[in-house]
């Protein structure tokens, strides 16, 4: 992590991810972080987006990156739950000051910058008027890092703060078959062995993410099937904007794979939207669908 790290030119691509949304009118949430909202040739293709009605803009904190700069880098320090908790707030502040600036409004959704929730999270989102988190990775673990451990974490959205008026929607992600055998298959000679693909292949043990980065549309249709059964009825799909230019992340290095990573998400929506018959909702959407169903209950 490097405070000068704050190059985002892959910004000038996101009209590629938003074509295929536009297609099964479908409304993306961008979690935005401090370089992209603070330079204008990067943000001005987002701000084209959200001035057509065509997506929602949310607060990605990466702390090493946002003022105010009061700490040391650090991989530690990276997760930004890790920082003390005004520190955190400031950061957050900032951010969305500057978003609000940028867009007209401030946002109300959130998520962690490395899914990095802390204690005081909850409390300062609730404080600054957000409505939504999004930060959580159900069965993810990233204490070896210094992160949090998402392992025992809902995967269906849950009402938190102190005033119980947030909704965190998780990732979608889950352990299919044997969270224990998946953890002791990790690493060493198991690992050499293929070992971990063996157990997926025989449907015993995994761990899916609902992503095109690293994940193949037959495993992302099969963690959604699996997760139906088990009574959920949220999904987020969800991928870094690096990806839609080659060369930027680990998964597209090429135009080919350029192509076959929005393939990628067509195909999955073409999966939920046509062979489920999903319905598309951002963030705020669910949330006031949830409450409109609780109220109608009570």
């Known amino acids: 992590?490097?405070?000068?790290?704050?190059?985002?030119?892959?910004?000038?691509?996101i009209h590629r991810g938003q074509a295929v949304f536009d297609e099964f009118g479908l409304t993306p949430c961008y979690v935005a972080d401090y370089p992209v909202v603070s330079q204008v040739e990067c943000v001005q293709p987002?701000?084209?987006?959200?001035?057509?009605?065509?997506?929602?803009?949310?607060?990605?904190?990466?702390?090493?990156?946002?003022?105010?700069?009061?700490?040391?880098?650090?991989?530690?320090?990276?997760?930004?739950?890790?920082?003390?908790?005004?520190?955190?707030?400031?950061?957050?502040?900032?951010?969305?000051?500057?978003?609000?600036?940028?867009?007209?409004?401030a946002a109300t959704v959130y998520k962690a910058g490395r899914y990095g929730i802390g204690p005081e999270t909850g409390e300062t989102l609730e404080r600054l008027g957000?409505?939504?988190d999004l930060s959580p990775l159900p069965a993810f673990d990233f204490r070896l890092e210094g992160g949090p451990d998402f392992r025992g974490f809902p995967v269906d959205?849950?009402?938190?703060?102190?005033?119980?008026?947030?909704?965190?929607?998780?990732?979608?992600?889950a352990f299919l078959g044997s969270p224990w055998l998946f953890e002791?298959?990790?690493?060493?000679?198991?690992?050499?062995?293929?070992?971990?693909?063996?157990?997926?292949?025989?449907?015993?043990?995994?761990?899916?993410?609902?992503?095109?980065?690293?994940?193949?549309?037959?495993?992302?249709?099969?963690?959604?099937?699996?997760?139906?059964?088990r009574g959920t009825r949220v999904f987020t799909l969800s991928f870094h904007s690096p990806s839609l230019a080659p060369g930027h992340t680990p998964y597209v290095h090429s135009d080919a794979d350029l192509e076959r990573f929005l393939g990628s998400i067509r195909s999955y929506c073409e999966f939920f939207f046509g062979d489920l018959g999903?319905?598309?909702?951002?963030?705020?959407?669910?949330?006031?669908?949830?409450?409109?169903?609780?109220?109608?209950?009570?």
Not at 75 to 99: C, M, V, W, Y
Request: aromatic letters at 4%; hydrophobic letters at 40%.
């Open 1 to 13: 992590m490097r405070r000068e790290a704050t190059n985002v030119t892959a910004m000038r691509h």
């Open 46 to 105: 987002l701000r084209e987006i959200f001035d057509s009605g065509r997506c929602v803009i949310g607060a990605h904190l990466h702390p090493w990156v946002t003022p105010p700069h009061d700490e040391e880098v650090s991989r530690h320090l990276s997760f930004p739950g890790n920082l003390p908790g005004d520190l955190e707030a400031r950061k957050i502040e900032q951010l969305n000051s500057t978003i609000g600036e940028v867009f007209g409004e």
């Open 130 to 132: 957000f409505e939504v």
């Open 157 to 173: 959205p849950y009402p938190f703060g102190s005033s119980r008026r947030l909704l965190c929607i998780p990732g979608t992600a």
């Open 184 to 229: 002791n298959s990790r690493g060493g000679l198991l690992e050499r062995l293929r070992i971990p693909g063996i157990l997926s292949r025989l449907r015993l043990a995994d761990r899916l993410h609902l992503s095109p980065e690293g994940y193949s549309v037959a495993e992302q249709v099969r963690l959604t099937r699996a997760l139906i059964g």
């Open 278 to 298: 999903g319905l598309p909702a951002t963030p705020l959407e669910i949330r006031q669908l949830l409450l409109d169903e609780a109220s109608a209950a009570a």
